[in-house]
Each structure stands twice: as C-alpha cells, then as structure tokens.
C-alpha cells in the first residue's frame, strides 16, 4: 500500500498529537456490548431475572455482573475520556470537511484524501459527520455539499465498473442504477451545499451519511470501493414495495434477455421475479448467473430475495476478459433485531412478520423502512426490525452489530489460516460497520424511532448496518419449508446454479465423485430392467435427464455437508460454538458457510430455549452445533429437503422414477451414518463429557470438552462405518469427516 498523501500528512499529525484518545475512540469502537458515537452506552441489565440454581442461570447472572463491573470501572472511564475530546475532534473534523468540500480543488484531490482515510479508519470523516451532526443549523455556503461529494465518489468508481457506461453509452439498467442510487443523474457537478433541489435528491436516493465503527482497513480488492460503506455511506434497503428502480430494457438486451428468460423459458411467475409486470427493476429479487454474459454482463448488481429482512446484496460481475477475476458479492445486513428499549423479544415472536410484509408493501411513503409499527398499529410490543438497519449498543438485545462484525472477523482469519479450509471456505469478511448519521434530515424519516433515538436520554443509538462480502456469498439458505419465509428463488435450476456457482472451488475427493457416478449407473440399469419386466415403458423416457439431474443434487449435497463439517471443525478447532438457541449450522443460517454470527464464542457457554431462562437443547452451545449439523445432513434433513432429494417413500417402488434417492445409494448411507455418529457425540456430551468437565478449572473446561470430543467422534466413527459396510472396506464418504 502506497503511503498517504502529503494534504493527508496533516490529518495524520493531529492523530499522533492525539494519540491517547484516539487510542480511547478505537478502544470503544471494539467493546463487545457495543458502542454509538453519539450515544453512551445504557448500564448492562436484563430484562429476565436469572435466580435459579443452574448453570444457565449461574451463567447469565455471571456474564451480567462482569458487564456491569466493566461498566463501572472501564467502559465509563473511556466514554468520559472520548467526550472530553470531542471539541478537538470536531474541530480537526470541520477542518477536514472544508479541505475536502472546497469546490477550488480538484477532484482527484478529494478522492484522494478520502481514500486516505478509509485507509486510516475514517477517523477524519467520522469527525466531519459528527461536526455536521453538532451543527445542523450550520452555514457552508460555497462548499460543496459533503453528502453529495461522497456519493459523486463512488458513483464515479460504479460507472468505471460497466463498460457501456464508460463508453458514454448507459444501458436503461445503469441509467436506473445511478437515479435510484445518487437520486439525480447529473455526475457533471457535485451540489453545493444545501442547495434547493437536494431535499428532493435526498428522498429518491438510497444512501445517506454515515459513520464507520469499525472497518477492515485497506480493502483487498479494488473492488471493495465498489460499495458505499467504502466512502462512509449507509446504503438504504428499498423504501417500499414499490420502491425498486423500474426500468424498461430495450429489446434483445442482456436485461430483456434475462426477463424471457424468466419468464418464458422457465415459466416463472412475474411476482416472483419482479414488481411491476410491464418493467423490470434495479433492485431484482433472483440473482442473475453471473457466470453468464448471455444474461449477466459485466458490472454491479443490487437484489434481495423475497424471503430475506434484513439482508441486501450487491454483486460485482467483473469483465470476463480478466484473467483471475471472479464475481464478489457483499451483503449489507442489519443486525441487533430487538433491543429490550423498543420492544419485547421478536426474534422469538414471529407473529409480526406478516403484518410488517403488508406494512412494508402497502405504504408509499419515503420512510427509512425499519417497519416497527408505530402508535397507529396494534401490537407494539412485537416490534422488530426489518430491512437492512440494527442496532449496536443495546446490551441484552437480540444482536449487537459490532459483536456480529468481530465473530465475522476472527472466524474468517481462522479458516483462512486452518489447514483444511485456508484454500476454499465459506466464512465471510466484514468490511464495514456504520452507523446511520442523525442529521435531522434523517430524523425526520425515521417516524418510527425518532422518539427513541432523540431526547435529552435516547433509549438506544443510531441504527447501524454491517457489510461483507464473499466471492461465495449468496442470498439463498438451506430452508425450503413452503411458506414465504423460505430463501428460495422458486426454480430449482437456478437454485441449483447458484449452488453451483458458490461450491466450484470445493472439490469432492475423487471416490465419493466415483461413487455417485457408480450409484446412478446402478440406478439406471435397475429401472431399465424394472420397466422392462413390467412393461412400463413410459420409466424410460426422459430418464437420462432425470438421472443427470438427480446426480447433480446428490454431489451438490455431498459438497454442502462437506462444507459444513469443515466449517463446524474450524470452530471445534478453537473450541468455540456458533449460538445459545438457533445455530449457525441450522439451515435457516448456513449457505456456503456459517452466518449469524452474533453469538459465536467459547463452546461451554450455556444453551438457551428461545425463552429467556429455560434451558435450551443440551446444556451447551455445542449441543446447539452438533444438533443443527444432525438436522441439516439427516436423512430426510434440511439440505436434502432443500435440493428435493426426498421421495415418497425411498423403500418403495418410487425409486424407480429417479428423481430421488435411495436406500442402496451411498448418500444415504452417509445421511444415516453421520446422523448416527452426531447423535452419539451428543449423548456422549450431555452424560459424561459435560459432568467431568464442571469437575475442572473454569478455563480448563472447553479445551477439556473439545478433546473429549473428538476421541468419541474418532471412536463412533470406526464403529458406525464398521457396522455400516459389514466390514466390507471403508467407504468413500469416510474422506469427507475431518476427524478421521
């Protein structure tokens, strides 16, 4: 990385002159219970009282009381420290704001210089937003308005990434995807400050300030810049139904291309693909192949699934004629659902999302839609939150953002270097975490938290949003339960593509490719001979599609149950667990690798029932684990649900129709033999790992507990494939269990 500019060297000057409380603010910007640049931290409490003799109960109150003493005897100090500061930090931020805003000087100057200080935290642009927050009233005439600045910025870096538009020649999509992005369409001028027109700009645009928390520093990837996070932006979910940049392609464009495709070729329901029958939109609902230039040409894409609250996407397709690059999808995500402040637990009362889906696609308004439904609905006390806005400093609430940011980061470093996942994994890297900007303008489209984010003593902070992103990231789950709930993109080729399209880099052990290929050989002749005998020629036709198809399910799911028990094992690993109630290897939480990651920690923390103080499944977190890993690779499981593995009845004459498995295949037997060593890891935990474990040293326990483990996974292993093959050999799938 190159150093910084020499305008920046000044920036960097006051940071080292103020080296302790910068210290302070980063300090702050990583505490666990989370943190709000504008509003201090509530003292930690809990809306359960936890009084029972149990180790959930020992737990929580444990936990509360270490909190609550870091509050005192830390976490105070620090905030005090950070305020005292604030004057000199809001100085050098108007500062900051003035050089960069100067309509005098250059553009490659300002670019620069905020790329400077992405590169060092956005500690100046942090400043220039709270010094704006401090003074709304604020008179900046001559100045360029910073908001605007920053989104010229990267909409300058969005038009370098299409083609057409670079040669002067925007498609109708890119044309929508600058009016529905920046909310004007002049790139020529950047709005001085304040300027009439921009009140309207600002209700038709889907960014807006922001403060960065937390980022990963430098991106990696050129491409990073590619998303508004970069330039110190909060990208905004669609505002309402009707709120997706609806365009008209020209005919026989890659975009007209795809909607025929969609809706001719596959026959798909234009509700499920879009919202306007006569158009299409910016903001798509299935993700196109990106692989594909007959449908997907190269550039940046915007789409949300039916099914997903809280997460947006944006994928970057880059120009296939460069060798060594492959599309990157971020996810822009809100965390932190349900903070006692606002209302009781959501996450554990689904009742709510029906109503907030009608809510969301009923109203017109330009509300930033975080759908907690206000005084003029009933049922206030089930709020939640929806779209792609959280929390992050509201302890004892459903998530806290910077939580979710730091499990992200640490597990990411983790399979990155682990020996068997540092080549191919499915953990994702956080990039960014921001916090929305409370300028009043913002205020006043936020009617349904104002009240609690506003006041002398706001019950919580500014919403804020975390980004990732992924070369294998994907809107879809391992969920197929038919309701509206499901991450589907209802056509099972492009789930299966897009399945594809994310395990490419993950290669089977040539064994287990060998027996699929043996199993459906084997299936193929049974129902040739089957059909013959009973003169039920109509079995033979289309066979060899079915067959194709039925082998392409059958390695996709050895892939994802692969994947899993990998990324199960980087936590084993380092004897950490994914979550208290409903796991990261459920399927409602797992794609091409773990998500949810606000509760990842040590893996003798205590479980816990979706009702505060009862205790959940098992006593541990690792009961969670093991369980949902269970329900996910099962026999009849979440994933063979998913990629519709399941007949009728596999023990009957059904198999002879070849869409589904069946009992002489050998994923079944793999379905039934992991099923049955989880299940014996489990019982092992809960009657003897776990009792010997609380007879040692608390720091002891987890390591203890993993080892425990792992000899028992080792030993039911031999046995169960032993009794499985009737000593006949060791079967392929063996290769796929990282214990063994």
Not at 391 to 407: K, P, R, T, V
Not at 553 to 559: E, G, I, S, W
Not at 684 to 711: G, M, N, T, Y
Not at 713 to 725: F, H, N, R
Request: overall charge negative; aromatic content about 10%; glycine content about 8%.
């Amino acid at each position: 990385m190159s150093g910084p500019t020499t305008a920046y060297t000044v920036y960097l000057g006051w940071a080292e002159d103020h080296r302790e409380w910068v210290d302070t603010l980063t300090t702050l910007q990583k505490q666990p219970e989370g943190f709000s640049f504008t509003v201090a931290n509530p003292r930690p409490g809990l809306s359960y009282t936890y009084d029972k003799d149990t180790y959930l109960h020992r737990t929580r109150k444990a936990e509360l009381a270490a909190a609550q003493k870091h509050y005192d005897n830390t976490y105070k100090a620090l905030r005090d420290k950070y305020e005292a500061g604030l004057a000199d930090y809001l100085a050098i931020g108007e500062e900051f704001l003035k050089d960069v805003t100067d309509p005098v000087k250059p553009a490659k100057y300002k670019r620069a210089l905020m790329i400077d200080a992405q590169r060092h935290g956005h500690l100046m642009h942090n400043a220039a937003v709270l010094w704006l927050e401090a003074h709304p009233t604020a008179k900046l005439d001559g100045y360029q308005d910073y908001e605007e600045l920053l989104k010229t910025l990267w909409v300058g870096d969005l038009r370098e990434a299409h083609p057409e538009w670079i040669a002067g020649k925007p498609t109708k999509r890119q044309q929508q995807l600058l009016l529905y992005c920046l909310g004007r369409d002049d790139l020529g001028t950047v709005p001085l400050w304040n300027d009439p027109p921009l009140a309207d700009v600002r209700k038709k645009s889907h960014v807006t300030l922001g403060k960065v928390i937390l980022s990963a520093g430098a991106p990696t990837l050129p491409v990073q810049r590619l998303h508004p996070s970069y330039w110190g932006l909060f990208l905004v979910s669609p505002l309402h139904g009707k709120d997706r940049g609806f365009y008209e392609p020209e005919p026989g464009d890659v975009d007209d291309r795809w909607i025929q495709r969609l809706s001719k070729d596959l026959r798909m329901e234009s509700r499920r693909f879009r919202h306007e029958d006569s158009k299409f939109q910016v903001y798509e609902v299935v993700p196109r192949p990106v692989e594909d230039p007959t449908f997907c040409s190269t550039g940046v894409y915007l789409h949300r699934s039916n099914a997903h609250g809280r997460d947006d996407f944006l994928t970057v397709v880059p120009d296939k004629a460069v060798e060594g690059q492959t599309p990157l999808v971020f996810c822009t995500k809100g965390v932190g659902a349900d903070p006692d402040h606002i209302g009781s637990p959501t996450a554990r009362v689904l009742t709510h999302v029906g109503r907030m889906r009608a809510r969301f696609g009923e109203t017109t308004t330009t509300d930033f839609p975080f759908a907690y439904p206000g005084s003029q609905d009933t049922g206030t006390d089930t709020a939640g939150s929806w779209r792609n806005i959280g929390f992050c400093n509201a302890y004892g609430g459903d998530e806290i953002a910077i939580a979710d940011f730091l499990n992200f980061a640490v597990m990411y470093e983790k399979a990155a270097a682990h020996a068997l996942t540092a080549k191919t994994h499915g953990f994702v890297r956080p990039i960014a975490l921001v916090e929305i900007s409370n300028l009043p303008r913002n205020l006043d489209r936020m009617p349904d938290l104002r009240k609690a984010t506003s006041g002398s003593s706001p019950a919580i902070g500014y919403p804020a949003q975390i980004v990732t992103c992924s070369p294998v990231e994907t809107s879809l789950r391992i969920y197929k339960q038919g309701h509206d709930q499901d991450y589907v993109y209802y056509n099972l080729d492009l789930e299966l593509a897009e399945w594809e399209r994310c395990y490419t880099n993950l290669v089977l052990p040539p064994g287990v490719v060998e027996s699929v290929e043996e199993d459906i050989k084997a299936l193929d002749a049974d129902i040739r001979a089957y059909a013959k005998l009973q003169g039920l020629v109509e079995l033979e036709e289309g066979l060899p599609d079915r067959l194709r198809s039925l082998q392409r399910r059958m390695l996709l799911a050895y892939k994802i149950m692969w994947q899993a028990l990998l990324s199960w094992w980087v936590f084993l690993d380092n004897r950490w667990a994914s979550d208290t109630y409903t796991g990261s290897f459920s399927g409602r939480n797992f794609n091409s690798g773990p998500r949810d990651s606000n509760e990842w920690g040590p893996l003798d923390r205590p479980s816990e029932d979706q009702t505060p103080g009862k205790g959940g499944e098992g006593q541990l977190c690792l009961h969670i684990d093991l369980s949902n890993l269970g329900n996910l690779c099962a026999l009849k499981g979440e994933l063979q649900t998913m990629l519709e593995l399941i007949g009728p009845d596999m023990d009957a004459e059904t198999r002879y129709e070849g869409k589904w498995i069946w009992k002489d295949c050998r994923l079944y037997s793999f379905s039934v033999a992991l099923a049955q060593i989880l299940g014996r890891a489990k019982s092992r935990l809960d009657s003897d790992i776990w009792p010997a474990a609380q007879k040692v040293a608390e720091e002891e326990r987890a390591e203890q507990i993993a080892q425990a483990l792992i000899e028992g996974l080792k030993a039911d292993t031999e046995t169960v494939l032993q009794d499985g093959t009737k000593g006949k050999g060791v079967p392929p799938y063996a290769a796929l269990l990282p214990w063994r």
